[in-house]
């Protein structure tokens, strides 16, 4: 059952001028919002953790994956395993590692590019502001070694950077100033130009799990441990201050107009902190019947006009126990999802049966 705060409302699902890119097993779909009828775009598997970006000049999406004969191959049983089973992950990512275009008009995909051997394209996927280039990250699977990719979409070349960094991830990006932030034991949380000078650090935050960068370029939301818990911290990149927030919470995110954060609770809560206030709203939370161990799987995904946000409610085992699980009982073990769709204009929300960790937002037009 969901549960949503008063003065919102929980009502049937319904189409709004936006479409819906998702990956529903090996294959991705494309539909309105109420998720009635979806159109097959690809039946191809795409990178797990990795965005779809849709660029809307040109009816084009792009997104990660693996090859024709690659997604044939992959055990579909790996759809039912939690994304934090690091073996089936693994696995997944052995095969070739692929950036595709898809055109929405003609429904033709194109390669454009392929990452090196031992690598796997993953966790970053970003369109420049002049839709000529693609940014991503390069997962390496035999050694410490990870990159930064800055790939030309015409000629599908790349250039690479590793922020004098083995071992990071990318955590944000973005164009003016150019900046990337990444995570890494080397350096704690830490701000780079595209060129790999460093901007700022916070050498204090060893893990980091997440963090999200203000539209003035100059405050970091992130969550951390802190204390045996999951904490949630402010950092100003240039003053080098931190505020942490005096409650768990988890995978925060600036609203686009700077004005609140978006994170969820341990409890399975998606929530919202007015910035100036402080003062903290529950949004939607999920409670069954049997009281399952429902948890907030997905990301916080606004809409191009910032009025809708997407994500997604999961049933998981904790990581600790998915650890434990044999190989074989992770990839048949059962996941019930959700999506969800808030409209925080009207203050509605609505959900249906799915999952999808990656979404797309795709403004409806001539292509479609």
């Known amino acids: ?44 598997r795409a990178t797990p953790d990795c965005p779809y970006e849709f660029d809307s000049e040109s009816g084009t999406l792009y997104f990660a994956g693996f090859s024709e004969r690659d997604s044939a191959e992959i055990d579909e049983r790996l759809v039912n395993t939690s994304r934090f089973n690091r073996k089936a992950i693994t696995e997944l990512l052995k095969q070739e590692s692929y950036i595709y275009s898809i055109s929405l008009s003609s429904l033709e995909i194109a390669e454009i590019a392929k990452a090196p051997e031992g690598y796997a394209f993953n966790w970053l996927l970003k369109l420049s502001p002049d839709n000529r280039k693609l940014y991503s990250y390069l997962l390496s699977l035999k050694k410490m070694d990870y990159l930064f990719a800055s790939i030309d979409i015409q000629s599908g070349m790349f250039t690479t950077n590793s922020f004098e960094a083995n071992v990071f991830h990318p955590r944000d990006i973005c164009f003016s100033p150019e900046i990337v932030l990444i995570d890494s034991g080397d350096m704690g949380l830490a701000a780079f130009d595209f060129d790999g000078r460093i901007v700022s650090s916070l050498s204090e935050v060893q893990v980091c799990f997440s963090a999200s960068l203000h539209h003035d370029r100059k405050e970091v939301v992130f969550d951390t441990l802190a204390s045996g818990k999951r904490k949630i911290g402010i950092w100003d990149m240039y003053s080098g201050s931190v505020e942490f927030m005096p409650f768990v919470g988890v995978y925060p995110v600036w609203s686009p107009d700077g004005s609140c954060i978006w994170f969820r609770e341990n409890d399975a809560s998606l929530c919202k902190m007015d910035i100036k206030s402080r003062k903290v709203e529950k949004i939607i939370s999920f409670k069954d019947s049997e009281n399952q161990n429902w948890n907030y799987s997905g990301k916080v995904i606004f809409s191009p006009n910032h009025r809708y946000v997407f994500s997604t409610l999961s049933r998981t085992e904790s990581m600790e126990q998915e650890e434990k699980m044999s190989p074989k009982r992770a990839m048949h073990h059962n996941y019930t999802h959700l999506l969800c769709i808030l409209d925080t204009e009207l203050k509605l929300a609505w959900a249906v049966p799915g999952y999808s960790y990656n979404f797309a937002w795709v403004q409806k037009g001539a292509w479609w």
Do not use: C, H, Q
């Not at 003065?7 to 479409?19: K, N």
């Not at 529903?24 to 690809?42: A, G, M, Q, R, W």
């Open 1 to 44: 059952m969901l549960e949503v705060s008063p003065d919102w409302r929980i009502v049937e699902p319904r189409g709004i001028e936006y479409l819906a890119v998702f990956e529903d097993i090996n294959t991705l779909k494309i539909s309105s919002t109420d998720f009635e009828n979806p159109k097959i775009l690809v039946e191809r």
